[in-house]
């Protein structure tokens, strides 16, 4: 029984990854390759981030709220923004549009992290008699963070592929960038300054994550209309 | 071609990744429950070939508790009884009824603890006394029955006050907990109890000897002081037995330690040899004693005057009893009873004699003193019940804990023995003299006791599981090498007629689980969202006319054949 519930919340973890693989054009394109370089990428930015996470953090005894432990943090943060830079513009993709490899960088960079940072204490804990919420908040957190990626691997391409934007919209992308990159400062100031319950966190990163989406959708149909 | 290569290239690779996920599949499960309880096994043991007691350790089921709805199927279910509410004629009936349960666990009340440091010896008499009498008759029905499920036994605490009240409450529903219905699941991981293979048993002695005068050839008479120190339960693990008998030891070594001040100094050393004894085997017809005598010289055990038998000396208010198995017109018996009577009136208590006459062929041995009328040694028993206990009663049960004992009374009993022993040896019967006065450097030390009744009341002694070498029995040697000339320790292997079992303290896991039925609708509802992503996805990418193709492609096939 209890592999079944590990069971359960993997494929609540790591099944949208595998569904939104197949069921877009991503499949029929083949990108496949694109994304295991954006995880590998992914991976070396997460190296980076904890030797400088290690460098320049104070581990603090108790969980209270610093806010310069926590601005720090997200300095470190932005590493992730670099990473993803890098793998938009400097690997050698094939010869696939801009519309999907920016799909396949931010699928393979959700999937890396999912897998990072969620697989682990699933596997370990989720396979015990004890039965907690946890995991299957886990997942729904691991749904968010891939339309998360998504939407800031489009803000992103639209930054650093598209040359030609409208004006008017340049400074609306970098703040939606702004917003997306800083997220994960967001949500733990949250959960431990004001103290959310994992739930209110978890469906709050969902609702963000649906209309931050929406947003980048928005500017990047936007942005699409002249260059067509 | 090189696609092809490419494509062997990455099979294998999947390949190596599936059978290395298949060995981490077959890792053992992680348990990490939420809350673990110490629990202590109900006694297995046999008499003769006949089993009794708990017969099985290890533990797997959900817990209920009582009120049950009548015929509910138990078997796969782990009773849990809070001793305050006890129903005993239920559990009578379960058990005469060989009714098949999951398993039994009674939580004792918190009071019992022993590392609840505050002995609250005050508190409300008649709870008191419900109590004990609630735990004797439970202990008596469950080491005298054959249980073939596992019976524990642990502590109330607020983690496991918290447990067994959502229990109550999601049978009050009506639903009892199973797989399907989600609860609370007792786990306890423990081996198949094997017998405890061999058993000793350890009798302890000091001898501190007389002066010899001058030009004497003849042996000093010798005065013995007995107490066994062992105890049975239905808990091992607990049976401490601070009364039955803690009281018995402390105050043997409190004389020891009385009695070796006035014989460290040549003029103060009396005319007799006392020998004191430390005995195990009690609750088994006192089988270490009678081993222990047997090992005797001839010479020794004929110039043994007489033996006091110190037994459960803690509990009693202001009547002390004398047990003797000779007639009390017995000289000797006289005398020595006279001598009681007369410090007893003098320190303002009853003691009263109590006869029992030996049956030579039943084997059953009541008291410790019979052992040594039965070698022809006059012997008496103090102790502070009046009626002879039957086969493993009063032994250390479960409520015989340290706050059931009397300090006092323990000291008031060491006073009567001292003094008596005091008289004899120095020939000052009927004389009002006080040797072991208050406020003199010959007091009763009422630290003493109590450091030694304190140590005793936590330290379960149950015989089979002790082993020679263990630090109690190391203890009680220091404890008499200092107090007396020569310790002797004898081991021995007790009469063949009690085998034990071994596994008596484990640790319960207690886990909060969600049923199948839970864990089917999760699955459910986690099918019926990817698929309705994968629809979104599709039409929102493709387009509806992609999804319907989806469904719709062996049919064109047909259609491109025609």
């Known amino acids: 029984m209890t592999m079944f519930h590990f069971f359960n919340c993997a494929i609540l973890t790591f099944g949208p990854h595998a569904v939104y693989y197949s069921a877009t054009p991503l499949s029929e394109y083949d990108t496949i390759g694109t994304s295991v370089k954006a995880a590998l990428v992914y991976l070396g930015t997460a190296l980076v981030k904890l030797v400088c996470l290690a460098t320049f953090l104070n581990v603090s005894e108790n969980d209270t709220y610093d806010p310069y432990q926590e601005l720090l943090k997200a300095f470190i943060g932005l590493i992730d923004v670099a990473g993803l830079y890098f793998a938009l513009t400097q690997l050698t993709h094939r010869n696939i549009s801009q519309n999907h490899k920016f799909q396949a960088v931010g699928l393979g960079w959700a999937f890396a992290d999912s897998v990072l940072h969620r697989l682990a204490p699933l596997w370990v804990g989720a396979r015990g008699l004890e039965f907690t919420w946890d995991f299957i908040l886990q997942g729904l957190e691991a749904n968010a963070n891939l339309v998360f990626s998504l939407s800031l691997a489009a803000l992103g391409s639209l930054m650093w592929l598209r040359k030609n934007k409208p004006r008017t919209l340049i400074p609306i992308i970098y703040l939606c960038a702004g917003v997306v990159a800083t997220m994960p400062s967001i949500t733990s100031y949250l959960r431990r300054g004001l103290g959310w319950h994992l739930m209110k966190v978890v469906g709050f990163e969902l609702f963000t994550s649906l209309v931050m989406a929406f947003i980048s959708w928005q500017l990047f149909v936007a942005c699409q209309r002249p260059s067509v | ?562």
């Open chain 2, 1 to 562: 071609m090189a696609t092809t290569r490419k494509y062997g290239r990455e099979h294998q690779v999947l390949e190596s990744v599936i059978a290395l996920v298949v060995i981490l599949v077959a890792c053992v499960e992680l348990c990490d429950a939420a809350t673990v309880v110490d629990v202590y096994r109900l006694i297995q043991y046999d008499i003769g070939g006949v089993p009794f007691g708990s017969r099985l350790a290890s533990l797997n089921h959900h817990a209920g508790s009582s009120p049950f709805s009548p015929g509910a199927d138990l078997s796969r279910t782990v009773v849990v009884v809070p001793i305050r509410e006890l129903n005993i004629t239920f559990i009578r009936e379960y058990i005469t009824q060989k009714q098949p349960l999951g398993g039994l666990l009674f939580l004792l009340p918190h009071i019992l603890n022993s590392k609840n440091r505050d002995y609250a010896s005050g508190g409300d008499h008649r709870e008191k006394e419900i109590m004990r009498s609630t735990l004797l008759e439970l202990e008596q029905l469950l080491i005298h029955s054959n249980i073939p499920y596992p019976v524990y036994f642990a502590f109330e605490d607020d983690n496991i006050d918290a447990v067994l009240a959502d229990i109550k409450r999601t049978d009050a529903t009506g639903q009892p907990a199973t797989a399907t219905t989600g609860g609370y699941k007792f786990v306890v991981l423990a081996q198949e109890p094997r017998k405890v293979s061999s058993p000793t048993i350890t009798n302890i002695q000091g001898w501190l000897p007389g002066l010899k005068p001058d030009g004497e050839t003849n042996h000093l008479p010798t005065i013995a002081i007995v107490a066994t120190y062992d105890t049975f339960g239905a808990a091992p693990a607990l049976s401490v037995g601070t009364d039955s008998n803690g009281s018995g030891i402390v105050a043997l070594l409190e004389i020891a330690r009385l009695f070796s001040l006035l014989y460290s100094n040549p003029k103060t050393r009396g005319r007799y040899n006392i020998l004191f004894g430390l005995t195990s085997g009690g609750p088994y017809n006192y089988n270490g004693t009678h081993k222990w005598l047997r090992s005797f010289d001839q010479r020794l055990r004929e110039s043994i005057d007489y033996a006091i038998c110190l037994n459960s000396i803690g509990s009693w208010d202001n009547e002390l009893w004398i047990h003797v198995s000779k007639p009390p017109e017995n000289a000797y018996i006289k005398h020595l009873f006279e001598g009681f009577l007369d410090i007893a009136e003098e320190m303002g208590y009853k003691v009263g004699l109590k006869h029992k006459k030996i049956n030579i062929s039943n084997p059953r041995v009541a008291w410790e003193h019979e052992q040594f009328s039965r070698l022809r040694v006059t012997a008496a028993t103090v102790s502070g019940l009046s009626v002879a206990p039957e086969l493993l009663e009063s032994t250390g049960g479960l409520f015989d804990r340290r706050n059931f004992v009397n300090e006092a009374a323990i000291i008031n009993g060491i006073k009567l023995v001292a003094e008596s022993l005091a008289r004899h040896i120095y020939g000052y019967q009927g004389k009002k003299i006080q040797i072991f006065a208050d406020d003199s450097n010959l007091a009763v030390n009422p630290s003493y006791v109590k450091s030694w009744l304190d140590l005793l009341s936590q330290t379960p002694r149950v015989a089979p599981f002790l082993a020679k070498d263990d630090p109690l029995i190391v203890a009680f040697k220091k404890e008499l090498a200092d107090h007396t000339r020569e310790v002797n320790v004898q081991h021995e292997i007790p009469d063949g007629l009690f085998t034990f079992y071994d596994s008596t303290k484990s640790k319960l896991n207690i886990y909060q689980v969600a049923s199948v039925t839970f864990d089917l609708l999760l699955l459910l509802v986690l099918g019926s969202y990817l698929i309705l992503l994968f629809s979104f996805l599709v039409i929102t990418t493709r387009g509806v006319d992609d999804l319907i193709g989806l469904f719709r492609r062996p049919a064109s096939r047909k259609v491109k054949a025609t």
